[in-house]
């Protein structure tokens, strides 16, 4: 059985792309389409042969892809998947408008319904007259998206946050997978052991830094951090990584990009994780679970998922500076027992991920 792998673009480095090495396990041979590929922003995708769309020689399309947002849907439109028998797309825009011939099937991993299209319009569009000018774009990205959406003939929702999504946007049943956690724990040094007990006292922020993806709120955590003098890492990098910098207090570290083994030992070395954004599902948080450590989580989106309240974690109820801070004024890791955490991460195993994949792709 040929297969494909398809994803919105690649140039960066996250949960979703977490997912495409998770399918690249499963089908190895499987090449992979998308509009950009920058390849020294995406060292993790040399795995694949990495297929292009026309947008590749455009110029700044690998750094600044959504300038070319209107031009989407004619890249992916443009692909041909004569040769394949299953394509699987990953995406959160317009990979799953691809158009397959008769007995290609298609299989899309729905990240989001394009968010912001839909969930976060308000919040990509608060200025009233960049609103006033792109409404005609967004009107047509709104009607396309929607009759993409139709084009595959399985929607896998990440969680039941995007599944409920699915249903109100594109009126389209869905079944939910959940991503897989495939960040193995680190077998760290005695040394580097007893460093991390005598200081895990800093909590964790692990999470890319752009404005684009303000939903994330970096800037709450580093403002309680600020407030209450807490340590704080941030891991993770971006495009407006300078200004979370300009707000951070001398308690704030940022580490940028580090290797899975670094990731690791920050999780091992931690107190927590906190996790203030709302996300579609949230995969950092399953990956601090698998490290024993609990998490602090806006209760929105993906969190309510993953996070046993009491048991694994605790929950703040407002997006706000002054909620966050509440919760960690009484703060108290030892209540929780690592091992319950590391059970919690189980429900999101690879191998649970592998054998539901399998069986929609017809292979078990």
């Known amino acids: 059985m040929k297969v494909a792998l398809v994803y919105d673009r690649v140039n960066k480095w996250g949960g979703a792309e977490r997912v495409l090495l998770a399918l690249h396990k499963i089908f190895p041979s499987a090449p992979l389409y998308t509009a950009v590929y920058n390849a020294s922003s995406a060292k993790w995708a040399d795995v694949f042969t990495v297929n292009t769309s026309f947008l590749q020689s455009f110029p700044y399309a690998r750094t600044h892809h959504e300038i070319f947002a209107p031009l989407m849907p004619l890249a992916f ?3 041909s998947f004569e040769k394949y028998d299953v394509v699987i797309s990953v995406t959160s825009e317009s990979a799953k408008g691809i158009i397959t011939p008769p007995g290609v099937r298609h299989i899309c991993i729905c990240l989001t319904p394009t968010r912001y ?7 990509y569009f608060k200025n009233p007259l960049f609103k006033l000018i792109s409404f005609p774009v967004i009107w047509y990205l709104k009607k396309w998206d929607k009759v993409a959406a139709k084009r595959p003939d399985v929607l896998i ?49 692990v999470s890319r830094l752009s404005k ?4 994330k709120r970096v800037d709450i955590a580093i403002k309680a951090a600020n407030t209450l003098k807490l340590p704080l890492v941030i891991v993770g990098t971006g495009r407006d990584e300078a200004y979370y910098k300009k707000l951070a207090g001398d308690t704030v570290q940022f580490v940028g990009n ?4 670094q990731l690791s030992e920050y999780y091992q070395g931690c107190k927590a994780l906190i996790f203030p954004g709302n996300e579609d599902f949230g995969l950092v948080m399953v990956e601090a679970q698998s490290h024993g ?44 027992n690592g091992n319950d955490c590391i059970d919690n991460a189980k429900r999101f195993s690879f191998e649970q991920f592998e054998k539901r994949i399998k ?5 078990s």
Request: charged share 30%; aromatic share 12%.
């Open 77 to 79: 439109e443009s692909f």
């Open 117 to 123: 299209l839909w969930s976060g319009y308000t919040e």
């Open 157 to 205: 929702a990440i969680s039941e946050t995007v599944q409920k999504r699915i249903k109100k946007y594109y009126d389209k049943d869905s079944v939910v997978i959940y991503p897989p956690v495939t960040l193995k724990r680190s077998i760290v040094s005695q040394k580097t052991s007893n460093a991390q007990k005598k200081d895990s006292r800093y909590f964790l922020v």
């Open 212 to 215: 684009m993806t303000a939903y």
């Open 258 to 261: 580090v290797s899975d083994r």
């Open 293 to 336: 450590k609990p998490v602090i989580a806006y209760r929105k989106g993906g969190a309510k998922e993953i996070i046993q309240e009491g048991k694994t974690g605790e929950f703040f109820d407002r997006q706000s500076v002054k909620d966050l801070i509440s919760i960690l004024k009484s703060f108290d890791n030892t209540r929780y």
């Open 359 to 363: 069986k929609i792709v017809n292979l």
